[in-house]
């Protein structure tokens, strides 16, 4: 966690805009290192992407920023999700009902004093969810930073909204990193719905990338670098990263968030900075 | 001694941090932070609390388990225990049933059971163990945490029946008592025999004390004190105020004044409940009286095991005066 918040700060003093905080039940609660974060931090917005309500009650997630609030003001985004279907089967929750849920928690978060004036997020990957968090929410995080996806998505879009775009990411060349970001890529990659899988003709290597998971073969992963890394992540030069981030603009992105593991290392982040700012 | 500072989540933040930082300042051994379920959320108080001290020992006290699921309390406790640096005491109880209700939409059954598939499979996740569990009320499948937190954090008990001391006995590191001294002396006897009986030494499990604990000096701050004991008797279960059968006519008349109330008229009520309220019953529920009166009771608990005491809330009319008030108890 210390590490996390030197990260925060170092974010914050280079010029980058948001943090955003994931979760996972096996993880520290959010609300600790997103209070953690606002302790050291002075201005930055601080989203959680995203929290499950399938895992977590209207009720605490409305009173944590509540508390977090009083203290730090409104500088908070609350980004709901289903969550992890492996991460919910471990505490005993199944993935199911989610969009009902997502939409009960939407219109308990604006209907309540402490958070109606918060902006809420949704995390967003299948047509049914794109479409919730298009006309529903504040704004979409699309859980996809190729243009071909994006470009898709934002077709699904019921309204016009403020787009999220959201994946792994990494400065190149950075050996050190490579294989963190292939695992990265791919953890994303076999998260993805069958259904768009096939859309996008992924089916068959996406399986192949399965079953080197299911049989713990990491080292075959490297055959398919060029394709994650293509698809699943902002992975490129400096020059190069800047045309990809003006072809997401220019499709309608309004914000990237570059995930694990740039976001992992603090030469990655002064990189990035250095890039952009 | 022991001299520890009580706030609840039904406080605003900057108030409970204010007072935090108070208590560090004058020593205080630990913060306890109560979670009113429906108000703000436990860990993150509890958060802000660590985040703005140093050294003074943090506690839930108690987070309720029946208001979420058992992986969120690990990874709370486990956060909590990482971002303190170690000074985590985790509490928990079952909270109070209207409010859990309320939240949940589940009355709280089965308590006991509760507890103990929680605090069993607790126990094991600070251990870093991978669990796995199918119960009433834990549904873990192969679910371990993921923090670095270096010691496996304490868990002590608020709860007050005999089951559930004996649960405590057998399982917790600590026990938070609250209640007439007629009960909680017995409520020890009754932790300390389920404690051998499970082959542990009843000395190694702490016994703390949240009772209203003011220094009066003057006759208007007794009157304060009699106040916050007619609201406890109040909202007392019938178990428990058993053990004054001496004083049930005052108890009655006390609760008969909560239940005429009208809607709007509370600090009327608690003052007339409060003239009800004897020298006995304040005795039984309130350590209060001017500091060497204060000594006295403090002992006189000490000698029935109880090694720590906490402060408020209510504090009375002037709560950061009131705190730093305990500093010569704390360096006693």
Not at chain 2, 77 to 88: D, I, K, P, T, V
Request: with cysteine.
């Amino acid at each position: 966690m210390k590490e996390t918040i030197e990260k925060a700060s170092l974010s914050e003093r280079v010029g980058f805009d948001y943090i955003w905080v994931g979760e996972s039940p096996t993880f520290a609660l959010p609300f600790e290192l997103i209070a953690a974060i606002a302790e050291n931090t002075e201005k930055i917005t601080i989203g959680l992407g995203i929290i499950s309500p399938l895992l977590y009650n209207d009720i605490h997630i409305i009173k944590a920023f509540q508390t977090l609030k009083e203290i730090h003001g409104n500088r908070f985004i609350i980004g709901l999700g289903p969550g992890d279907r492996h991460h919910l089967e471990s505490v005993g929750l199944e993935q199911k009902n989610f969009l009902k849920r997502i939409r009960e928690c939407i219109k308990s978060l604006k209907e309540h004093k402490a958070t109606k004036d918060m902006p809420v997020f949704v995390g967003a990957a299948g047509p049914k969810m794109i479409k919730l968090a298009s006309s529903e929410s504040d704004g979409v995080l699309l859980n996809y930073v190729y243009p071909t996806f994006i470009k898709w998505s934002l077709k699904l879009f019921k309204d016009k909204n403020y787009t999220v775009a959201y994946g792994p990411s990494l400065v190149c060349p950075d050996a050190k990193n490579r294989k963190r970001l292939l695992m990265a890529t791919a953890t994303v990659a076999i998260s993805i719905r069958e259904e768009i899988q096939e859309k996008f003709g992924m089916k068959e290597t996406i399986d192949e990338i399965k079953k080197i998971f299911e049989e713990g073969n990491f080292e075959e992963i490297w055959k398919y670098e060029v394709f994650l890394a293509e698809k699943f992540a902002l992975c490129s030069p400096v020059s190069k990263l800047k045309e990809r981030i003006k072809e997401l603009e220019k499709l309608g992105v309004d914000q990237i968030i570059f995930s694990y593991p740039s976001s992992h290392n603090k030469t990655s982040i002064e990189k990035l900075s250095k890039t952009f700012f | 001694m022991r001299i520890s500072l009580g706030l609840t989540t039904g406080m605003r933040i900057k108030d409970g941090l204010e007072y935090a930082q108070i208590a560090e300042d004058s020593g205080y051994y630990r913060i306890f932070v109560g979670e009113d379920v429906l108000s703000r959320e436990v860990f993150t108080y509890l958060s802000l609390i660590s985040l703005r001290t140093q050294r003074v020992l943090i506690a839930s006290g108690i987070a309720a388990l029946f208001a979420r699921n058992v992986a969120l309390i690990a990874s709370g406790a486990a956060g909590m225990q990482e971002l303190s640096g170690g000074r985590f005491t985790l509490g928990i109880g079952i909270g109070g049933a209207p409010e859990i209700e309320k939240l949940t939409g589940k009355r709280p059954k089965k308590a006991g059971k509760v507890l103990r598939e929680a605090t069993t499979v607790l126990k094991k996740l600070f251990n870093k163990e991978k669990v796995t569990y199918n119960g009433f009320y834990v549904d873990l499948d192969g679910y371990e945490l993921e923090i670095p937190f270096k010691t496996p954090p304490e868990i002590y008990f608020g709860v007050r029946g005999p089951k559930l001391l004996s649960i405590a006995g057998e399982l917790a590191d600590g026990v938070i008592f609250s209640g007439p001294k007629k009960y909680l002396f017995q409520a020890v006897k009754v932790l300390d025999e389920a404690a051998e009986k499970a082959g542990k030494n009843p000395k190694e499990i702490a016994k703390v004390l949240w009772n209203p604990l003011m220094i009066a000096e003057k006759a208007e701050e007794l009157e304060q004190a009699k106040k916050i004991v007619a609201t406890i008797i109040s909202t007392l279960p019938s178990f428990i105020l058993k053990y004054l059968e001496d004083q049930k006519e005052q108890i009655e008349a006390i609760k008969s004044v909560y239940e005429a109330v009208e809607y709007g008229g509370m600090a009327e009520t608690i003052t007339e409940a409060s003239k009800k309220v004897t020298p006995e019953l304040l005795d039984q529920f309130c350590i209060t009286g001017s500091k060497e009166e204060i000594i006295e009771a403090f002992k006189e608990y000490q000698k029935e095991g109880f090694q720590e005491f906490i402060i408020g809330p209510p504090y009375g009319s002037e709560p950061k005066k009131a705190i730093a008030a305990f500093k010569p108890f704390t360096e006693a």
